[in-house]
């Protein structure tokens, strides 16, 4: 992974001079990325940052305003639902039905993917993330935790080759929280998946992530592994650096920041970021 | 091909579309089948409409020769009028389903396409008026001893042209929607009474003022209307209406979804997808 895309083989997500802009408020500045097949990478950032909104424009949601995107090899402004079959995502900012059963939600999504076995692949599902017992039950009558983890079966039907979580285990207590990174972590190697996530457990991207991208502003300000970061920073552990990070505080080596001084303009109010 | 494209079957083409279209058309099928009162009023304001025209058919066919020689033109223009009422309705709050719901995130990063996606709302939007309708015109045989279906193959060409005209309309809500957000959710319920004067539902063209016969011969459904009248008064086919209505409708139509894709564009570019919900 790297900040500037680098010859060699395709990755499976590359963002290059990615810039979304509201009027004058700039929400994403120049962001260049890629992730190779089979990683996890984290944006990492606070409120506004631009990660929900780096997310969207992945995912064509949100039309950039400059700058180009490819997943798997595809231009995802020019041919996105060559793409989509082959990715899924869950966010916080977007739910299933309420009045729809756990099972008949999935199977809907099950039906749009395509699946030739959909009750076969909702089966395994529930068991695997532990739905079984509310998979009748209508979905707005679910706890938290549990729409969580529908949310994730949802993620998950289709066996995305790329997966983008925003908040994956947000809502979630430690014990099944550990269970779905347990679970994340296992998808990914089985089928070689790339992962990225936008996350505020900074205990959750030092387990399952190999690359950490830290944003403010709209602007990615440094990355790398989370045991470099932290090195670098001179800290005990990734939330630490966060807010180094966050309160635009110097790294420990003093080096410069990856894309420069961070004033690039306000945060953005009152939309997803 | 991945291991998992193994298990997914064709994502290309028209069977596949179809496939999608079907899938959303089941995520409604859940939705009315866990809710009786959705149910309920499908069939509601249909049936009460016609009971309520029915009876004062009858006060006006003992008081006027015209209602007895044309008998049943005012509960045929209450129920079509709610064909192209319900049709519109019946895009419209198919799509408020997800704006409630905030669902529609997912549902435009699955493959689904945009067009695909108007085409299903079009097909619950036909299976809305099915189910309001038919039940109000069986009831009007029963009541009144009055059939629709009398009207024979006229009523196909009526009810396939107001049903397409509520597309167009309901599809333009939808872009509405999807831009201005639930605060314009109140215009599903009232933009196509706008055009119900023009349309000459209960009164022939001829009583409106000259300038006014302009506009509402711009309306699709002012030729229908027409043409009902002229199968239940004159007894004639009028296949110049029926022409004119087909002509306006494709026009109708293709703007609508012209319409709808911009808005679904804007609603990309500004941000707007994962902002909408309740």
Redesign the interface.
């Known amino acids: 992974m790297s900040a500037a895309p680098a010859e060699g083989p395709p990755a499976a997500i590359r963002v290059s001079k990615l810039t979304k802009s509201y009027d004058d408020v700039l929400a994403v500045n120049r962001l260049s990325f890629s992730v190779p097949a089979g990683a996890t990478a984290a944006l990492l950032g606070g409120n506004g940052a631009g990660k929900t909104t780096t997310i969207s424009m992945i995912l064509g949601l949100l039309l950039p305003t400059r700058g180009r995107i490819s997943v798997l090899g595809v231009d995802m402004l020019k041919r996105r639902y060559d793409a989509l079959p082959r990715m899924n995502f869950s966010s916080p900012y977007v739910d299933l039905p309420k009045r729809l059963s756990a099972r008949e939600n999935l199977m809907v999504y099950a039906r749009l993917y395509g699946l030739r076995r959909p009750a076969r692949r909702i089966g395994e599902l529930a068991e695997e993330l532990d739905l079984t017992a509310f998979m009748n039950r209508p979905s707005g009558t679910l706890s938290a935790g549990q729409r969580t983890r529908l949310a994730l079966a949802k993620a998950l039907l289709n066996e995305p080759d790329v997966l983008l979580l925003d908040e994956p285990t947000a809502s979630l207590d430690p014990d099944t929280g550990d269970r779905i990174r347990t679970y994340l972590e296992a998808y990914r190697d089985s089928r070689r998946a790339t992962i990225l996530l936008a996350s505020h457990n900074m205990a959750e991207v030092e387990r399952l992530c190999s690359r950490v991208m830290m944003m403010r502003a709209g602007r990615i300000v440094d990355e790398g592994s989370p045991a470099e970061l932290i090195r670098r920073y001179g800290r005990a552990n990734l939330e630490d650096v966060f807010l180094d990070i966050a309160r635009d505080r110097r790294r420990a080596d003093r080096g410069p920041e990856r894309t420069g001084p961070e004033r690039t303009g306000p945060e953005r109010t009152g939309r997803a970021a | 091909m ?4 193994a ?5 290309k083409g028209p069977a ?1 579309a179809w ?2 279209m ?3 058309v ?2 409604y099928v ?2 009315y089948r ?2 009786w009162p959705r149910i309920l009023e499908l069939a509601y304001w249909p049936t009460l409409q016609m009971i309520m025209w029915g009876f004062l058919t009858i006060f006006l066919a003992s008081k006027s020769g015209f209602f007895v020689q044309a008998a049943g033109v005012l509960i045929a223009a209450v129920l079509l009028w709610d064909v192209l009422f319900r049709s519109s309705l019946g895009v419209s709050l198919s799509f408020l ?2 704006m409630w ?13 945009p067009g695909e996606f108007v085409a299903a709302l079009t097909l619950m939007s036909l299976l809305r008026v099915l189910i309001g309708i038919v039940p109000a015109s069986l009831l009007a045989i029963w009541l009144y001893a009055y059939s629709i279906f009398d009207m024979g193959l006229p009523l196909v060409a009526f009810f396939a042209n107001l049903q397409v005209m509520g597309w167009s309309f309901g599809l333009i809500v939808c872009g509405l929607l999807m831009r201005y957000g639930l605060g314009a959710e109140s215009i599903a319920w009232f933009a196509i009474f706008a055009i119900a004067p023009f349309s000459a539902i209960y009164y022939p063209l001829s009583v409106m003022p000259d300038w006014l016969q302009w506009i509402a011969g711009v309306l699709p459904s002012t030729h229908v209307f027409e043409g009902m009248r002229s199968v239940l008064v004159e007894k004639t086919f009028r296949t110049d209406l029926l022409i004119n209505a087909v002509a306006l409708n494709a026009a109708y139509l293709s703007v609508a979804v012209a319409v709808f894709l911009r808005f679904f ?1 804007s609603a ?4 707007l ?3 909408i ?1 309740e």
């Open positions: 991945s291991a998992a494209d298990k997914l079957a064709g994502t596949a496939r999608r079907q899938a959303m089941l995520r859940y939705l866990g809710s389903e997800e719901s905030r669902n529609l995130g997912h549902i435009f990063v699955s493959p689904l396409r564009r990309r570019e500004r941000g997808i994962l902002q919900g």
